[in-house]
C-alpha cells in the first residue's frame, strides 16, 4: 500500500506569494494532520483534521489555512508568505483523531521563501 | 501542555559503540511517547513507540527504548551502531483527548557516526 504522499517535493516562492501543498493519506485513515519543521528544529504542529473538520489548530497565524476533501486528501495554504515560512512541511495521517496511536508521515514539502 | 527536551543536540559514536539517545518530557498523565528517525531531506519514519504495559519497547532497526515514569523519561538505545544509523533523531509525546491529537516533537539529537 502507498504511503502518505505529499506534492510539491520542492517549490520557490518570494515573499507575499501564497502556497498550496497538497497531502493524500494512507488508505483508510480518515485524519490528516501539518506540521512545519523549520531547519534545526522539531516539527511543530499547525493542524488536524478529521472528517472534513478541523480538530486542533497550532500556534499559527490566520495566514495557514487547511482544508480535508471527502477522498480525506488535504491541503495547506499559506499566505502573504515571509521568509521565515521557509520549512518543511510535514503531512501526517492517522486512523482516528482522538484516541491517540501512531502518525504516518510523509516525505514533505520543502518551502524556500525568497 | 506536554514538552520534550532532549538535551544533547549532537552525539558522535563509533561504529560498532553503544547509543543511548535521552529524552524527557513533561505531561500531566501517562503520555504516549515515540520515536522517530529522519534522515537528510527525508521525512520522519517511527523507530518505535510506548503506549502502555511493559516499559522496555523493542523497535524497528535494532533499537529499543525504557518508559521510565518516576524520571519521566524515555531513552533510546542501541548496543552496536551502524554507519547507516547515522541521523537526526526525534522524540515525542502525544496526548489523545479534548477533541484533537497532536505530537510535540523535541528538537532531534544529530548522530553522527565514525567509521
Known amino acids: 500500500d502507498a504511503g502518505v504522499t505529499q506534492s510539491p517535493t520542492h517549490l520557490i516562492k518570494t515573499r507575499g506569494q501564497h502556497v498550496t501543498l497538497r497531502c493524500s493519506p494512507i488508505s483508510g485513515h480518515k485524519s490528516v494532520s501539518w506540521y512545519q519543521q523549520v531547519l534545526g528544529q522539531g516539527p511543530q504542529f499547525i493542524f488536524q483534521y478529521y472528517e472534513k473538520e478541523e480538530r486542533g489548530r497550532g500556534n499559527f497565524p490566520d495566514r495557514f489555512s487547511a482544508r480535508q476533501f471527502p477522498n480525506y486528501s488535504s491541503e495547506l495554504n499559506v499566505n502573504a508568505l515571509l521568509l521565515g515560512d521557509s520549512a518543511l512541511y510535514l503531512c501526517a495521517s492517522s486512523l482516528n483523531f482522538d484516541r491517540g496511536g501512531e502518525l504516518f508521515f510523509g516525505e514533505g514539502s520543502r518551502l524556500t521563501v525568497l | 501542555a506536554q514538552s520534550v527536551t532532549q538535551p544533547d543536540i549532537h552525539i558522535t559514536v563509533s561504529e560498532g559503540a553503544s547509543l543511548e539517545l535521552r529524552c524527557n518530557y513533561s505531561?500531566?498523565?501517562?503520555?504516549?511517547l515515540f520515536w522517530y528517525v529522519q534522515s537528510p531531506g527525508q521525512g520522519l519514519q517511527l523507530l518505535l513507540k510506548y503506549f502502555s504495559g511493559d516499559t522496555l519497547v523493542q523497535g524497528i532497526k535494532g533499537f529499543e527504548a525504557e518508559f521510565k515514569r518516576s524520571q519521566s523519561s524515555f531513552n533510546l538505545r542501541k548496543p552496536s551502531v551502524h554507519w547507516s544509523d547515522a541521523a537526526e533523531y526525534f522524540c515525542a509525546v502525544g496526548a489523545p483527548g479534548a477533541g484533537s491529537y497532536q505530537l510535540t516533537f523535541g528538537k532531534g539529537t544529530k548522530l553522527s557516526v565514525i567509521p
Open positions: 505531561y500531566g498523565a501517562t503520555p504516549y
